[in-house]
């Protein structure tokens, strides 16, 4: 009776996680498909460091992720592949760690195709925020998925074109004629780098401020807290005292941009304003080791290692693309004699 009891208890909370879950769009207004959603969890045993980046990706990938999946030994993909399907879940971002190499798969659910990157470097969110002197990470960056900017990947091979369509849909497309400045508040740079084959990783929060506007009028505006003013003799001396109104931050140094609508209290409508990018992590470089056509199975489309199928899709391309200019010759030649 005690297992059956226990097993009716685990089948409820299913039941109501799913329940949760639908409350949200499930629409994308923009594409009009369904709004990606992800599964981030781990194959096999993974040591401490490899565990919280496995959090941080979850972290970063939020709102439309599972931040508190659980996971066990015993589960397989299988498992997570039957999960999927009700919750809507299209993408999933997997963590290994075999032979002391740490790997992250990104497959499309349910039937691929799979990419396989090696993780060369990574840092911690933790780490990046003891290297900073004032690091910003709030709940509300979290509120809505971060902007994607992909750079250097034009011009690739089909590998590269198979990367980029993967990470632009793994997040909701955006429609800038109609999305709010307010909610682009976070943004997931990917550099590749075509000498190294290595792709830099990037998180990023994005923040407003208006320029011109000293620090501490801008925090009397955002925060409604009226300062210290025992020391000073007059209201004016707030403004006018050395180290109180000339904090400019460096507002030339930052690229400044003219809103179109108002954003918060302090960033206005047609007035100038900075936009600063900080780094919340975590931070990841990575090479693209393999593309399989399935999920985690199929057909090899890419493989780093083997150097005999490593460009056997390029020089497949190279040599249908010749063949179709000699054929385009030689009709054209019959052609240019007969009107001769």
């Not at 941080?56 to 030994?73: F, I, S």
């Not at 003013?229 to 507002?251: C, H, I, M, P, W």
């Not at 393999?290 to 290692?305: A, H, P, Q, R």
């Amino acid at each position: 009776m005690a297992r059956w009891r226990d097993r009716r208890r685990q089948r409820a909370v299913v039941k109501t996680q799913v329940a949760k879950n639908k409350k949200q769009p499930g629409v994308d207004q923009v594409t009009g498909g369904k709004i990606p959603k992800s599964f981030v969890f781990a194959r096999g045993k993974l040591p401490g460091p490899l565990k919280q980046l496995e959090l941080d990706l979850r972290k970063l990938m939020l709102p439309y992720t599972a931040l508190k999946l659980k996971e066990k030994k015993r589960n397989n993909l299988k498992d997570f592949l039957n999960v999927a399907g009700p919750m809507g879940v299209t993408h999933f971002l997997m963590i290994s760690n075999p032979k002391s190499i740490p790997y992250l798969r990104v497959a499309r659910t349910p039937q691929g195709p799979t990419l396989t990157f090696q993780i060369k470097e990574y840092a911690l969110a933790a780490d990046i925020a003891k290297s900073q002197p004032k690091y910003r990470c709030t709940p509300e960056l979290f509120k809505n998925s971060p902007l994607i900017v992909l750079s250097g990947f034009g011009g690739g091979g089909q590998h590269l074109k198979l990367t980029t369509i993967m990470f632009q849909n793994i997040f909701p497309a955006i429609d800038i004629n109609s999305v709010k400045l307010s909610s682009c508040q976070r943004i997931v740079l990917l550099n590749y780098n075509a000498e190294e084959r290595l792709i830099d990783f990037r998180h990023y929060s994005i923040r407003l401020q208006p320029v011109g506007v000293s620090k501490r009028i801008r925090r009397i505006v955002q925060t409604h807290q009226v300062p210290d003013l025992r020391n000073l003799q007059d209201v004016s001396e707030f403004l006018t005292k050395a180290g109180y109104g000339s904090e400019s931050e460096g507002d030339d140094e930052a690229a400044t941009v003219s809103l179109p609508t108002d954003v918060d209290r302090v960033n206005k409508a047609s007035n100038k304003s900075a936009v600063r990018l900080q780094e919340i992590g975590p931070r990841l470089t990575l090479r693209l080791v393999k593309v399989e056509e399935g999920l985690c199975s199929g057909n090899v489309i890419f493989d780093e290692f083997d150097t005999s199928s490593v460009y056997s899709v390029e020089k497949e391309t190279d040599r249908e693309a010749a063949e179709d200019s000699e054929k385009e010759t030689s009709e054209d030649e019959p052609a240019d004699s007969a009107e001769d």
